[in-house]
């Protein structure tokens, strides 16, 4: 990461996290600022003395403190490299990096690893309506710089640390002397961004990501279609009707969207599945119907009950069982394949702003599990009920979410997630660090920071 303070890096560094795990990357953000914080709780708790953490640490006029940051952004990337060699994919060195000699030297260490690339995503900003609402959530997100000091007082003091850092910023490129470099600049979370010597799938992937960022506030809406002929029977997959009682859901539904959008626009997706088309039908918005929305293909095993596959397919029915995310029906899909191509749907979802998407279950979780930085393990068990609306509000921690159940009957299709038959004790994970400090040092690094951890009180 490049930038100065306040200009989004962590919420862009945690973004992309999330969005890489989802497919299926090993990645983890190593921030110089946590690993800062946490040596100054070890130094409290060792000698009583309390480090200085205020602006004047940050004065590029205080060698001692600058030579102090220094070695602590080169121990963060060494422990990012360590990680890395691990079998890590992909570790995001979040830190200003804001020089142009600091990023020559992160490029020199970088080089000494085979088969390792560099990338440098800066975060700028122009707009100063961003700008004070990044330092608002700075201040107020109880960062332990500003333990005991007023709201005023810390503001000052942040302030003061981002004159500081602007007195030897360098933007990326800005003298035409890092061209060679692999970079992409991002103004505004995503209103413009420029790509630079950009190789390879993976870089494409996080560039065209980037693209389709923006921060306008906004509303995702999940809602499965009304209980179908098909759940009712307890059949899966199919291109069913809705039964009586999703008629009845799909007739309540447009009251209840009403008074949870108000005004604000709004777009309508639905599969191309009958069923999310009637439930969707008496919306007065905007609709568009996605394959890629389309239930989980059950290949074989379509229009079965779970009862029939278990006796005409008990191979595939205890496979599933065993390894849900990953195991593929016979001429189907599994949650994986589903994944794979609800990409395109993510993306499309980044660039929006209020969208109520009619879908499925299988689908549903998929999406469900990207917003909430869910694992594949978890993933196929998330709980999306019948006749409710879920209401996701993307916020820097992750999501806020609410639920509006519907008072109209409908079947259970969720199936809990089977319990191991023999319960065998795991042996301990070792870290694979290179001393005995290694594991708290990359615990305290690769934690979130102040500002993308959920407040207290929000569900």
Known sequence: MVGLPARGKSYLSNKLMRYLRWLEYSVKVFNVGQLRRALARAKLAKSGVKEDQSAAFF??????????????????LEQLITWLKRGGNVGIHDATNSSRSRREALKRRVEKEPGMKLVFLESMSTDPAVIAANIAVKVSSGDPDYAGMSPEDAKADFLKRIQHYEQSYEALDSHGDESHLSFCKVID??????VNNIQGYLESRIAFYLMNLHITPRNIFFSRHGESQYNVEGKIGGD???????????????????EAVGDAPLTVWTSTLRRTGQTASGLPYPKLAWKSLDELDAGVCDSMTYDEIERYYPEDYASRDEDKFNYRYRGGESYRDVVVRLEPVIMELERQENILIIGHQAILRCLYAYFHGLSQEDLPYIKIPLHTVIQLTPKAYGCDEKRFPLPIEAVDTHRPKPQPKTAATAPAATSGGSGPDTPSLEDAMTSAPPSQMRPQGVA
């Open 59 to 76: 004065d590029p006029s205080n060698p001692a403190a600058y030579k102090l940051r220094t070695q602590m952004a080169e121990e963060c």
């Open 189 to 194: 979370v995503g209103r413009s961004v420029t």
């Open 240 to 258: 069913s009707d809705l039964s009586p009682r999703g008629w009845t859901y799909a007739k309540a539904l447009p009251e209840l969207v009403q």
